[in-house]
């Protein structure tokens, strides 16, 4: 079964810093890779996906994610975060080719931009 | 454009209790799916349905029974809810097809005592 692990469960930092949340999977066939972000109090949205083609993937908001499948990564990075990013941003996985988008998800990052 | 709607918001049951939870798409979906979410858990599926008049266990199913009572609309029912339960819900649908994006609803909080 596929897996997703998120490492880092909360993350300061300042405004303009740089940012980079890690996510690996356990799978071993081809999978698509999605990163949710669910501000305080709202539902999740999709900030990017990846399913083929350049494993550089950009977003909104100026996120943007790189798949590397020789690590079972797609780690998420943003070159200057503000204030506004501050929410928590979910990794997730689907590697049913079959038809059904049964995502399983990571635990969450939790981020916190400081002024 | 309401998207995927769901009903209650807020809800506080007593253990034992049963309650539904309604979930509504009006985006011609084909997939619906109900997902809690927990701390430090992330969301764990509970039911999905990948078209109407079929249904399937994911994750975390037990405790709980689900209806596509048809295209637009995919209800999540506690039959005797006990504190475990008292969780986030999200109910999101999709078209089903490899590569679509899930729209997911905004939450239902509920707090079993």
């Not at chain 2, 927990?38 to 349905?49: A, C």
């Not at chain 2, 029974?65 to 809810?81: D, G, I, P, Q, W």
């Amino acid at each position: 079964a596929q897996s997703v692990s998120q490492h880092n469960h909360h993350v300061i930092l300042s405004e303009a810093a740089s940012l980079e949340l890690g996510c690996n999977y356990s799978y071993g066939g081809t999978v698509n890779l999605f990163w949710y972000v669910q501000y305080p109090g709202q539902h999740l949205q999709l900030l990017l996906k990846y399913f083929s083609g350049d494993p550089l993937v950009k977003g909104i908001k100026g996120f943007e994610a790189e798949f590397i499948k020789s690590k079972f990564s797609f780690n998420l990075r943003k070159p200057s975060v503000q204030w506004s990013d501050t929410a928590e941003y979910f990794c997730a996985v689907n590697a049913d080719n079959f038809g059904n988008e049964k995502l399983t998800f990571g635990t969450g990052t939790r981020l916190t931009i400081i002024p | 454009n309401a998207g995927v709607t769901q009903t209650p918001k807020f809800q506080v049951l007593k253990t034992g209790q049963s309650m539904t939870l309604q979930c509504a798409q009006d985006m011609n979906h084909n997939s619906m799916y109900w997902y809690r979410q927990d701390p430090g858990m992330g969301l764990r599926l509970i039911y999905y349905s990948a078209s109407e008049g079929t249904t399937d266990k994911g994750e975390v199913p037990n405790g709980y029974n689900v209806s596509r009572l048809n295209k637009r609309e995919f209800s999540l029912r506690l039959e005797s809810a006990a504190p475990s339960q008292t969780s986030v819900y999200f109910c999101a649908s999709n078209q089903g097809r490899t590569g679509n994006t899930i729209y997911f609803g905004e939450g239902s909080w509920l707090t079993v005592v």
